[in-house]
């Protein structure tokens, strides 16, 4: 029986120079928090950052996105102007867009540890495609981290005249 990798297209049919900044090599503002001071009283905290920019490792050309950020705090809770800086250091680095939203979500679960947290990355079309990318992490009561991802593609549709 053949493997599933066997039947998998080979990478990068286009031989395209394909570059994406490498993680260590991102150097993405620092995100500070401050502490919550009514731990055990859950709230939902919700941004929406309509500006995110990257760089597409494939064309070199900017992608723009809106991200949306919802979450419950656990013991601290995120300060916004290192968020802002953090996300606008985005703007430099070649990024796919399934990445940006996993490196957002590590860097977040790892400076204030919160309860659960939903990031979506709705990106704005380009070369008739939409995508939107969304991940999802809940921290299990005995501190285990649990991340889930998903990347929804949505073709547009173009109105006849």
């Known amino acids: 029986m053949a493997s599933r990798e066997e039947n998998v297209p080979p990478v ?8 994406p900044t490498p993680r260590e090599e991102m150097n993405l503002y620092p995100l500070d928090t401050f502490p919550y001071e009514y731990v055990g009283k859950k709230i ?12 597409c490792p494939f064309s070199d ?6 991200i949306r950020l919802e979450y ?3 013991e601290r809770c995120i300060e916004l102007k290192s968020l802002k ?21 590590e860097d977040f679960v790892a400076a204030c540890d919160p309860l659960k ?41 173009v109105a006849a005249e």
């Open 12 to 19: 990068n049919q286009q031989n395209l120079d394909i570059r």
């Open 44 to 55: 939902k905290i919700s941004f929406e950052m309509p500006e995110f920019t990257a760089i």
């Open 61 to 66: 050309f900017p992608d723009f996105a809106v």
């Open 72 to 74: 419950v705090p656990n």
């Open 85 to 105: 800086l953090y996300i606008n250091s985005f703007r430099e680095i070649k990024i796919f867009h399934e990445h940006v939203i996993n490196v957002i979500m």
């Open 117 to 157: 947290v939903k990031i979506e990355g709705d990106f704005h079309v380009r070369g008739n495609i939409k995508t939107v990318v969304r991940a999802k992490y809940k921290r299990e009561k005995d501190g285990k981290r649990k991340v889930e991802n998903k990347r929804a593609i949505h073709l547009n549709e």
